[in-house]
């Protein structure tokens, strides 16, 4: 069945710490693989996202995400957070096969402290 | 530009009743999604348009459940006979062609069937 694992549902960091989250998928096929945020107050939005080539995507505000294919993983990293890094993160994966679903992860609600 | 907008944002409704929720997507979108979130999770696939058809319905979790877009732009989410665990948060995202493009989230209508 087509899955997404996302390893921790609450992470609390002090500022400057680093950030690991971790997503890991079942999906036959061909993969795309995406990374959301939303913050408080606001919308989903796409923070990055992966199709092919270079395994290790950089999105916005810092982050980044590298897709290891033998591990079905797509973390996601930023070496020093902010106050203002504070949202949920939703890991999700589509791709050539199980019609046009996008399938997200349960999320990852990060507080980081002042 | 215009963002993903939904109406109403929030709906109150009793237990068997009829609902319709509405999104509009950005401008020129051709691809449509509805999803469902729950507390605690992520968003759940419902349907997925490109232009007036639906591409993909196989996220409908039941037949009271149906969504149209007749004209390719607007879309409306139709409920028969609502039940208390349909409540969640309807979202629906638009993108540009299909699902290998950034999906761009509305706020999300807020459904209570009481």
């Known amino acids: 069945a087509q899955s997404v694992s996302q390893h921790n549902h609450h992470v609390i960091l002090s500022e400057a710490a680093s950030l690991e989250l971790g997503c890991n998928y079942s999906?036959?096929?061909?993969?795309?693989l995406f990374w959301y945020v939303q913050y408080p107050g606001q919308h989903l939005q796409l923070l990055l996202k992966?199709?092919?080539?270079?395994?290790l995507v950089k999105g916005i505000k810092g982050f980044e995400a590298e897709f290891i294919k033998s591990k079905f993983s797509f973390n996601l990293r930023k070496p020093s957070v902010q106050w203002s890094d504070t949202a949920e993160y939703f890991c999700a994966v589509n791709g050539n096969t199980g019609g046009f679903k996008t399938i997200f992860g349960a999320g990852t609600r990060l507080f980081v402290k002042a | 530009g215009a963002g993903v907008s939904q109406t109403p944002s929030n709906k109150v409704t009793e237990k068997g009743k009829y609902v319709e929720l509405r999104c509009d997507p950005i401008s020129g979108h051709t691809a449509l999604y509805w999803y469902r979130q729950s507390l605690g999770q992520g968003p759940e696939f419902l349907i997925y348009?490109?232009?007036?058809?639906?591409?993909?319905d196989s996220g409908l979790p039941n037949d009271r459940f149906f969504a149209v877009r007749p004209e390719g732009s607007v879309s409306t989410l139709k409920i028969q006979r609502t039940e208390r665990g349909d409540s969640a948060v309807y979202l629906c995202?638009?993108?540009?062609?299909?699902?290998?493009?950034?999906?761009?989230f509305g706020p999300g209508t807020r459904l209570t069937v009481l």
């Open positions: 995202a638009s993108s540009a062609r299909g699902q290998g493009d950034t999906q761009y």
């Open positions: 992966y199709f092919s080539g270079d395994p």
């Open positions: 348009f490109q232009g007036t058809g639906a591409a993909d």
């Open positions: 999906y036959g096929g061909t993969v795309n």
